[in-house]
């Protein structure tokens, strides 16, 4: 089954200590991709990755870092969370040349006090 | 930057047809995007159509894209209940998996 999987799926923590969240997905897509879903701001693009090593930012990059070293993993780092990185988080993976195939996964709802 | 409009309410009784509407500024999209967000999950992909296209059809879901206005709908035919849900447009810009924008989404209630 094609899926997109995040953990944590639900994250409380503090201001300043680091977070990693992790994206694997299982379909050998060369794309992946981070969003954060805020009320009335619908969901804005974090940082892309076209295939592993390659990485580039997003809408709203500002305080987040990625890395692709696999092809299957995309995790999202938080090096020093503040309060307005409480959000939801997505992960996505795409396939390169079919753009009708592609997957989100379920969610990672972060709350930094 | 790109920017996607979209109203933010729709309300619509059920077996009606439903347009959810949406205005996208960047000319050189490639895909244009449709999905739908159940309560509590993630979002799915409904239908797509490339920027070379005018209209899409799959089942119940119409796609309509007017290029020179930049205006991209979804219709929904026999709208049901379990259609009720968040819909987002989203536009690809073009080069590629480059960089998506996203709409603000559009609630659609269905009324039984």
């Known amino acids: 089954e094609a899926q997109v999987t995040q953990n944590p799926r639900y994250l409380i923590t503090v201001t300043g200590k680091k977070l990693t969240v992790t994206c694997s997905q299982n379909?050998?897509?060369?794309?992946m991709s981070w969003y954060r879903q805020d009320p009335g701001l619908g969901l804005r693009q974090i940082y892309y990755?076209?295939?592993?090593?390659?990485?580039d930012k997003g809408d709203v990059p500002e305080g987040y870092k990625v890395s692709r070293k696999e092809k299957r993993n995309f995790p999202l780092i938080l090096e020093s969370p503040s309060p307005n990185q409480t959000s939801l988080y997505f992960c996505a993976s795409r396939h390169e040349r079919r753009p009708y195939e592609q997957y989100f996964g379920p969610g990672t709802r972060l709350t930094v006090t | 930057g790109e920017d996607v409009e979209q109203s933010l309410f729709l309300s619509v009784r059920e077996g009606d047809s439903s347009v959810i509407n949406c205005t996208y500024t960047?000319?050189?999209?490639?895909?244009l995007y449709w999905y739908k967000q159940e309560p509590g999950a993630g979002l799915q992909l409904l239908t797509y159509i490339f920027s070379n296209m005018d209209m899409k059809q799959d089942q119940r879901l119409t796609v309509l894209l007017n290029k020179k206005d930049k205006h991209l709908s979804l219709r929904i035919a026999d709208t049901q209940t379990g259609d009720s849900a968040i819909y987002f447009c989203a536009e690809e810009s073009r080069g590629g998996y480059q960089k998506v924008t996203f709409g603000t989404g559009t609630k659609l209630q269905v009324i039984p």
């Open positions: 379909m050998n897509h060369e794309y």
């Open positions: 990755s076209m295939n592993v090593e390659v990485t």
């Open positions: 960047d000319s050189s999209s490639t895909y």
